[in-house]
């Protein structure tokens, strides 16, 4: 679907520059974004995402691996490389990742891919959301209804950059490299303070009344 221009939203600054500076430099540390409904939180975050250039990426990978950065590479990808095998390279937009509010731990952090143990017998992973958000924006909308366990979850990838699974004997690391965005709303309670310290910015927006 077609995404609202960045240039095209007006006011909220505060929000805008955080934004910009957080995808210049992911390692500020997320933004938290906390505003009233119907502000342009999601819009904003959306149109952001939608001006980056194209990144470089390992095709057929989960993990959106990086062909040249070794830190930004998946288990078989690392194997490839070190083997100095021919990787094949395709170019994709920066990914942008909505968490929903009702995902399961599975579900983010990824898990044994049951349709390839029982037809092929081997213990294969399945990737989860922060997979798929490596090396781009997860969103995490309403961030102060989030379960408490999940809220670590990620802030503890943000700020490690992996995430590791460990289910049923196969333990996997994977790279989890992400602008972290959270957003709420202050009518739905205050955020807890240990939520607020692992954002690297802070930034309050008002409905335009003008």
């Given at each position: 679907?077609?995404?609202f221009p960045f240039t095209a939203i007006i006011g909220q600054e505060e929000m805008k520059l955080a ?40 095709a057929n990978d989960g993990f959106n691996s990086s062909p040249t950065d070794f830190e930004l590479m ?137």
């Amino acid at each position: 679907r077609p995404v609202f221009p960045f240039t095209a939203i007006i006011g909220q600054e505060e929000m805008k520059l955080a934004l910009i500076l957080n995808v210049i430099d992911p390692r500020i540390g997320g933004v938290m974004i906390m505003g009233d409904r119907g502000t342009g939180k999601s819009t904003t975050i959306r149109a952001v995402a939608d001006l980056l250039p194209e990144i470089e990426v390992v095709a057929n990978d989960g993990f959106n691996s990086s062909p040249t950065d070794f830190e930004l590479m998946g288990e078989e990808v690392k194997m490839a490389f070190l083997r100095n095998e021919e990787l094949e390279i395709t170019k994709k937009k920066v990914p942008m990742i909505d968490l929903p509010l009702g995902a399961t731990e599975d579900r983010v952090c990824g898990t044994i891919d049951i349709e390839k143990a029982l037809t092929e017998g081997v213990k294969a992973f399945e990737p989860g959301l922060l997979a798929k958000a490596n090396r781009g924006i997860l969103y995490v909308d309403e961030v102060n209804l989030l379960d408490d366990h999940l809220v670590d979850i990620l802030l503890d990838s943000a700020a490690s950059g992996w995430n590791t699974v460990e289910r049923e004997g196969i333990s996997i690391k994977h790279p989890a490299r992400f602008v972290l965005v959270g957003s709420g709303n202050p009518e739905e309670g205050e955020l807890r303070p240990q939520l607020l310290d692992r954002f690297g910015m802070h930034a309050e927006i008002r409905t335009v009344r003008d």
